[in-house]
């Protein structure tokens, strides 16, 4: 699986990465989509990945013993989630009052809109 | 009393002028801050006459760096600042009486009483980074100055042509000074001279000589840096009689004459400053006789007697450094008054045009009187001071070791040429009936008495010329270092060979005065090779600059987003694949965790989708795609131990693909836009960056150095923070700031949506394109598209 999902991410970033790079504004939007996938996938595969169980402390211990997986960059990950979340939100609502404003999806026409 | 003064004394009255201009009016006010600087030359003029010891003062300023501010008042520093102060206090009187019109002439007296400080800065400064200072304020207030008519474009023009010049000339002169006091670890300027052998076998003396000379000769105007100098014409005439004539422009020569003791021993130093100033001397006077406005005239001749004193420091010998202090008095005097006359017929007749100007004398006598004694004075007719200053001329080039035939040739013909310009200047404007131009504003006695002080003193110190000799001229040759006895001050040296000269010149300047119509071809000649001139050298070197940094600015910030992004990539990616080019022997394959079937069928089911949002055409196959990528995720989230990941990664992606189902159907089909060129170039460089990703994560992954901070989080997760779900606890817990931060966000983030969405009628708009329910009174743009997508 270690080979298996930097693969994966480098396809998901790669793909955002073009995106990105368009002039159509939906098409943007699924860019930073994949952007920020790609980035909690990083961040969750970079401490290693573990099938053990989930970092939670059973009720009859005070710790956790055996394998289990490390629970700091699942902490970061769920904050990034929802940051990107909000970020997106603001993103796709931003994209539909220009759309509104400028009456096209095509970015190089909204050169002029701030004028 | 100290030396300080001498800078201080300005700089207050500068600060007190607006004050004293507002409640006496320019014109008296004029003569009431003349007090300072003549209080200056007094206390000089006394020092002098009793013959005091060089007074010394300084004060640590960077004493890490041995920079002080050092001043050093001796021989050679009474001279010029004599000069800088005394002709300095006549041009507050007569600046004043000129601009008394003028609603703004305080602004005249604060940056011309600036000047003075920084002029009297530059002579008195006996600290190489101190003299670089006050050189730089020079520069700064001409600039000033020069623009001081600002809603003129030819003002701001010239202000920024002499600004240009002699700031590129100042920044080499500080490199230039920085590498002398490398060579020596001096910055004292009185003990260089002590230096003097070291300094011409450093093998920096030559960068250090053409660099100090870089700054001396663009201030100076020499050629080829002249050109800045009758632009600066543009600045009224009292800027021009003070700092363009016989003040700011000799700072050059006065930085040439301090350093001389210690550089001027060398054979280079003869070399390329005796016939840089040659040239100059002789370009000046042949630019100037073709010239018809009276300052346009005056400033060429300046030129011109500027390449004469640089070319007399050229020489070296004790003879011509005297020569040249006597000549630099002498021609302040003259000089100024000339243009003092010159601003006041303007002034009087409203033009500075020779052909339009005669029979002056009638309305203006006094004038026509100043004028004519400074004029004998520029032409050297006895007994005038301007006769001795042209006789030690003579005497000097032909005391040379070589070459002094001709030598003397080139100064015979630059002097008949100054005599003819001096004639056109100061005698032809009052000879003859009355003018085309007549005298419509009689001038005040603040605008004739200053140019009638300095000529007459030119004419009566010709007189006592022992007197000079003795007070000013040989103590200031003394004090650097060169014997005063070799040069005798004297109105009659006998029948010699120098004398013949002299008649020789008279004769031949009035013949050329005479004739002087004859000389026009001269302009067209200059005309014809406009290209090649320095000013025209300089006007398109600069134009090119500013069209070179147009072009980089519009190739570099062009403003297209996406470029920039593509640009970004590119370097990132290549830099990280370069970096691990050099780690590719620790690449790893070895897994710790077997892919399952289910995880491997998850991984390629996200990949297949984000690959298809590429060439998603339709919204629906671009929501599926989305959807596709977060569940997957969500699922690879629940196999590797993370649930909480999981919920929330699952509960994030239903809303966004609600939110993104929402605004996505009212947007039209999505469209390919750019050029298949630009989409193949944009593929290959995600390509690269989607590489280049891969390689960081799968290194990543196989890199351990340090061990998981996480233990004793866990440890203290039930014990301490009574929580079982340790990425809980970590959240409100031990990272409970970041997830305040986090919610900050949300917030910020939920307010920015409402403010886009949740106006009334944005999603009724779009719905409805044509606004037939839109409330009125508020433009709606018109557009097509949204009808028929």
């Given at each position: 699986m270690e080979n298996l999902l930097p693969i994966a991410i480098g396809i998901l970033f790669g793909c955002g990465c073009y995106l990105c790079m368009r002039r159509n504004i939906v098409r943007v939007l699924l860019g930073i989509m994949l952007f920020s996938q790609a980035a909690n996938l990083l961040i969750f595969t970079a401490a290693g990945l573990s099938t053990g169980k989930a970092p939670i402390i059973p009720g009859d211990a005070l710790t956790l013993s055996g394998a289990h997986a490390d629970p700091l960059p699942q902490a970061l990950v769920l904050t990034a989630i929802v940051i990107g979340f909000a970020v997106l939100a603001f993103a796709i609502a931003l994209v539909l009052r220009a759309y509104h404003k400028t009456g096209s999806d095509d970015l190089d026409t909204f050169r002029k809109s701030d004028q | 009393m100290e030396p300080f003064w001498i800078i201080l004394a300005p700089l207050v009255a500068s600060l007190a002028a607006p004050g004293i201009v507002r409640a006496l009016g320019p014109g008296r006010a004029g003569v009431v801050l003349a007090a300072v600087p003549f209080w200056i030359a007094g206390w000089l003029l006394k020092d002098a006459f009793t013959g005091a010891a060089a007074a010394e003062w300084s004060h640590p300023w960077l004493p890490a760096l041995g920079v002080d501010l050092a001043l050093k008042v001796g021989g050679f520093e009474r001279l010029f600042l004599f000069l800088v102060s005394f002709i300095g206090g006549l041009v507050c009187i007569y600046g004043g009486s000129y601009l008394s019109g003028d609603g703004k002439a305080a602004r005249f007296f604060v940056i011309v009483l600036m000047f003075m400080a920084a002029m009297l800065g530059v002579i008195a400064a006996d600290d190489l980074i101190l003299t670089f200072v006050f050189w730089e304020l020079t520069s700064l207030t001409s600039f000033l100055l020069v623009g001081y008519?600002?809603?003129d474009m030819a003002a701001r023009k010239a202000a920024l042509q002499a600004l240009l010049v002699t700031a590129a000339g100042g920044l080499s002169l500080l490199a230039g000074l920085l590498l002398l006091t490398r060579i020596t670890g001096e910055t004292r300027i009185s003990m260089l001279a002590a230096h003097s052998a070291e300094i011409a076998a450093s093998p920096l003396f030559v960068p250090a000589l053409l660099l100090v000379l870089g700054g001396v000769f663009t201030k100076s105007a020499q050629v080829p840096f002249h050109f800045w100098l009758p632009g600066a014409m543009a600045a009224p005439t009292p800027v021009s009689a003070y700092l363009h004539s016989a003040t700011m422009v000799k700072a050059g020569v006065i930085l040439l004459a301090k350093l001389s003791p210690a550089m001027s021993q060398t054979e280079l130093w003869g070399w390329i400053v005796a016939p840089v100033g040659a040239l100059t001397m002789l370009t000046g006077v042949v630019m100037a006789i073709y010239q018809t406005d009276l300052k346009r005239l005056l400033a060429y001749s300046t030129v011109s007697v500027l390449g004469t004193l640089v070319m007399l420091l050229g020489f070296g010998d004790s003879f011509s450094f005297k020569t040249a202090m006597f000549l630099a008095l002498v021609h302040g005097f003259y000089k100024g008054a000339l243009f003092m006359v010159a601003g006041t017929v303007d002034h009087a007749t409203g033009t500075r045009d020779v052909n339009s100007l005669s029979g002056l004398r009638k309305s203006m006598p006094w004038l026509g009187v100043a004028a004519a004694a400074a004029a004998l004075s520029m032409s050297g007719v006895p007994p005038t001071l301007g006769f001795i200053s042209k006789e030690l001329l003579y005497e000097a080039k032909l005391s040379l070791p070589f070459a002094r035939h001709s030598v003397a040739a080139l100064g015979v013909l630059a002097n008949a040429l100054a005599v003819a310009i001096a004639l056109i200047v100061g005698v032809r404007p009052f000879l003859g009936g009355h003018g085309s131009a007549p005298v419509t504003h009689k001038p005040g006695p603040g605008m004739v008495l200053p140019p009638v002080v300095l000529a007459t003193l030119g004419l009566a110190l010709g007189l006592v010329p022992g007197l000079l000799d003795r007070v000013l001229i040989s103590p200031a040759a003394l004090a650097q270092g060169f014997d005063p006895k070799t040069a005798k001050l004297t109105l009659w040296h006998g029948f010699t060979p120098v004398l013949a000269l002299s008649v020789i010149t008279l004769l031949l300047g009035a013949a050329i005065f005479l004739r002087r119509e004859r000389f026009a071809f001269l302009g067209r000649a200059v005309d014809a090779v406009k290209p090649l001139t320095p000013s025209a050298i300089y006007q398109s070197g600069l134009d090119g600059l500013l069209r070179a940094a147009a072009y980089l600015t519009d190739w570099i910030?062009?403003?297209q987003l996406r470029v920039y992004v593509r640009i970004t990539l590119l370097a990132a990616s290549l830099l990280i694949l370069l970096g691990l080019w050099h780690a590719v022997g620790d690449f790893s394959l070895t897994t710790m965790v077997p892919p399952g079937f289910f995880e491997t069928m998850v991984v390629l089911l996200m990949s297949v989708s984000a690959i298809a949002a590429l060439v998603a055409k339709s919204r629906l196959a671009a929501i599926l795609c989305l959807g596709g990528v977060g569940y997957s995720v969500a699922f690879l989230f629940v196999a590797y131990g993370a649930p909480d990941l999981a919920i929330t990664q699952l509960l994030v992606e239903t809303l966004t693909v609600v939110l993104f189902s929402f605004v996505i159907l009212r947007l039209p089909q999505i469209r390919n836009i750019s050029r298949r060129r630009t989409r193949r170039l944009d593929g290959a460089v995600a390509a690269i960056a989607g590489l280049a990703m891969t390689l960081v994560v799968w290194k990543s992954v196989h890199v351990r150095t340090h061990e998981s901070i996480s233990a004793g989080i866990i440890e203290c997760s039930a014990t301490e923070a009574y929580g079982r779900n340790v990425v809980n606890v970590i959240l409100v817990d031990f990272r409970a700031l970041d997830t305040m931060g986090e919610i900050l966000v949300l917030a910020l983030a939920g307010l920015g949506v409402t403010a886009l969405l949740a106006r009334k009628r944005v999603l009724s708009r779009i719905e409805d394109p044509l606004g037939e329910h839109a409330a009125a009174g508020e433009t709606r743009p018109v557009n097509p598209h949204v009808k028929t997508r």
């Open positions: - | 008519k600002f809603y910030q062009h403003g």
